[in-house]
């Protein structure tokens, strides 16, 4: 073979390549033309003569009427092999039968090549600037190339309208059987986007939306009040992340309780529509479902009180129930049924209280947990109207028959809890519920708790007279300690008995308050002091001996200081006496001292009382004649200082024998016979006359 002939050969081929270049430039001009007419069937023989390029899809999608039909590019979305095949059609040939379909075609592409060439570059460079407004998406790989050609598509065309991308729906229906990712972003953004644009009347594009944060998502379309919460969840949010997988990112940075406060009903009624339709659109991502509850059930309990405000009780606890009984809360260390069960308990003893207090209380420490137990078995005693529902209260208090992980107290044991409310009834003196509470727990009240209780209400009486509370529920208290040990608070009973004896009669405390059952205390050291005191304030009670000595003897067992059976010693007797013989002389009642003083004499022990011996025989009333001593009277006096010289201390017997002396000049002053002082002459003499006869007889004989 000749060198010429090769060198012609490579000549022909070359002009031939010039040619279908030629050919091709004027094929892509024909398709910017046809794309521009959206002329389906003749840009589908093309996009099959081209095999789907890349350019070509630029410059149809670039120049092909945003409004006009979508189905009419359906063809770009259809795999090549479903084609009648072009691809092997001569170029010229298709150039030729395009031509024929409209002649004014012809002088828009027969021109020299280096213009045919020019305008196809122009073309193309056109078509490829106007697609790079659609940035790559990274969110999601697409499984085709028609998936993601689709979606550039969308993205130009809504550039012009929000209309038009649903309009896509008969064409991508087709591609999403193939490709799954396609699917996940036409429901994960296109659908959303639309339906939230269109309820908003808001402008944003699918390529803005595109690139926005998650985060921001989320607030968007929660935040921008609608009237249909549920719509917003099944159309919006929830397609949203999971087609976006984003079910991570709005668990943990926007399910929060500052993003869910409850403050109002709509962001309540979001709350509850979330709850409901979270775990139904997406099965897949079950592993997130356990957070999600959880996480919500803590929303629910932090702001479940600013939610109360706006809303009821009733549609807080319908929500908590659509969570399991059996998620935790947060991660706080109880369940939804704790919450439940706490909500509950704020209708009845604990009402007032928000379920975040409950919680609290249970958290706190012994001491504060006591506190609050006190403060609440009080409030449910302070008036016990019916008595069942006080129990139940109670029951509920006491949590007796609940699991621990319910227990609000539970720091403080059941003993403990029984024994506060046991005080409290003793406190309130309530001892008919006392005893059926008792009886109800089976609980033995200690010993140092009745006395306690017997004391408080001993020392708060107001008076010791038999009817007023204070006394009544105290013997009470006795009662049921006698019951426990006899011997042991036996005085307690004594000291009720002689507490209203002592208030039968008046008393002159005498310092601006009144006399109380707790002064009586005072003179635990001292009984004789408060027989003193009895003496000193009632004038006539120095008559009666054995009604003093009486309370004296109880006194003493009150106190104490002797035991029952032990009180009645002639040593008790005599002081005593000597009291009463004191006020009888202040009450200038010289018979019943002179009585008394003389079986006084009788009695063994007297020494130290000499003084108030010597006092009846230095006694002198001023309503006497002349205050001189009835005669008579002498003679009683001598008698008694007599017998009181052989008792008295030695150096106390010159005084006692002066005024014997004294008494005995003053008798030889006086005329028997004619005795202006003589007792016969007063309306007194008959009261002491057989005395006065006998003594005189005895002193006169010398007996």
């Not at 389906?40 to 092909?64: A, M, P, R, V």
């Not at 969840?233 to 992340?241: D, F, G, H, T």
């Not at 004038?539 to 009604?547: A, C, E, G, P, V």
């Not at 007297?606 to 004649?625: H, R």
Request: with cysteine; charged share 25%.
């Amino acid at each position: 073979m000749s060198s010429k002939y090769v060198k012609n050969k490579s000549i022909e081929e070359k002009k031939k390549k010039i040619k279908n270049n030629m050919i091709e430039d004027q094929l892509i001009l024909l398709t910017a033309i046809f794309s521009a007419r959206a002329d389906s069937t003749n840009c589908k023989s093309l996009w099959s003569f081209f095999h789907g390029s890349d350019e070509l899809f630029d410059i149809i999608c670039s120049l092909w009427p945003e409004l006009d039909d979508p189905t009419k590019l359906q063809f770009l979305f259809t795999p090549l092999e479903k084609f009648s095949s072009t691809d092997n059609k001569n170029p010229q040939a298709l150039l030729v039968e395009l031509l024929e379909t409209d002649e004014q075609l012809i002088p828009m592409v027969e021109m020299d090549s280096d213009t045919i060439s020019q305008r196809r570059h122009a073309i193309s460079k056109h078509a490829a600037e106007y697609m790079q407004q659609v940035t790559p998406y990274d969110r999601i790989k697409f499984s085709t190339s028609r998936g993601e050609r689709l979606r550039k598509r969308l993205i130009t065309s809504n550039e012009l309208s929000d209309q038009i991308p649903m309009q896509y729906h008969p064409v991508w229906k087709v591609i999403i059987m193939e490709d799954d990712q396609l699917s996940k972003w036409i429901k994960g953004i296109v659908e959303p986007l639309y339906h939230f644009n269109k309820r908003s009347n808001n402008l944003i594009k699918i390529k803005e939306f595109e690139n926005m944060d998650p985060l921001s998502v989320f607030d968007m379309f929660l935040n921008t009040v609608d009237e249909n919460p549920d719509a917003i969840l099944r159309k919006e949010l929830l397609p949203y992340i999971t087609n976006g997988d984003h079910h991570e990112r709005f668990l943990t940075s926007f399910l929060t309780t500052k993003n869910f406060p409850l403050n109002s009903n709509y962001n309540f009624e979001i709350f509850d529509q979330l709850i409901m339709n979270f775990g139904t659109r997406d099965q897949e991502n079950h592993n997130f479902m356990e957070q999600f509850r959880c996480q919500c059930a803590y929303i629910a309990f932090i702001n479940g009180p600013n939610y109360l405000k706006v809303g009821t009780k009733f549609r807080l606890n319908q929500v908590l129930s659509r969570v399991s009984e059996q998620t935790s809360v947060g991660n706080i260390g109880i369940t939804v049924a704790t919450l439940l069960n706490y909500s509950k308990l704020t209708d009845t003893i604990f009402r007032g209280y928000q379920i975040n207090d409950l919680y609290n209380i249970s958290q706190d420490d012994e001491a504060m947990q006591e506190s609050h137990f006190t403060l609440l078995s009080r409030k449910c005693l302070e008036t016990v109207t019916n008595e069942e529902t006080t129990i139940r209260e109670l029951k509920e208090l006491l949590n007796d028959d609940k699991t621990s992980n319910h227990a609000i107290f539970s720091r403080l044991s059941k003993q403990r809890k029984l024994s506060i409310i046991i005080e409290i009834l003793l406190e309130f003196g309530n001892f008919s519920f006392l005893h059926e509470f008792i009886a109800t727990y089976q609980y033995k009240v200690n010993e140092d708790v009745l006395e306690k209780y017997f004391w408080h209400f001993f020392n708060i009486a107001s008076s010791g007279q038999r009817y007023k509370k204070g006394l009544v529920n105290a013997e009470k208290l006795v009662k049921l300690l006698l019951e426990e040990n006899p011997s042991k608070y036996r005085h307690l009973e004594v000291l009720l008995d002689v507490t209203k004896d002592v208030f039968d009669y008046s008393i002159d405390w005498g310092r601006s308050v009144p006399f109380r059952p707790s002064h009586l205390l005072k003179f635990k050291e001292d009984p004789f002091g408060l027989i003193s005191l009895l003496l000193e304030s009632n004038r006539k009670l120095y008559k009666d001996i054995r009604t003093t000595y009486s309370i004296l003897q109880k006194l003493l067992v009150a106190f104490e200081i002797a035991k029952q059976g032990t009180t009645e010693t002639e040593e008790n007797l005599v002081k005593i006496v000597i009291l009463h013989i004191d006020h009888s002389l202040v009450n200038m009642d010289f018979q019943f001292a002179y009585e008394n003083t003389k079986d006084l004499l009788k009695k063994k022990k007297i020494d130290d009382y000499w003084p108030t011996i010597l006092q009846v025989g230095k006694f002198v009333d001023p309503n006497w004649l002349d205050e001189e001593t009835p005669t008579e009277i002498i003679f009683l006096q001598l008698e008694i200082l007599g017998e009181l010289l052989e008792i008295c201390p030695v150096n106390e017997v010159e005084a006692v024998a002066s005024q014997w002396s004294a008494l005995e000049l003053e008798l030889l002053t006086r005329d028997l016979i004619k005795d202006p002082y003589s007792l016969e002459k007063s309306s007194s003499f008959g009261l002491i006359q057989n005395g006065v006869s006998n003594t005189i007889a005895s002193f006169l004989s010398g007996t």
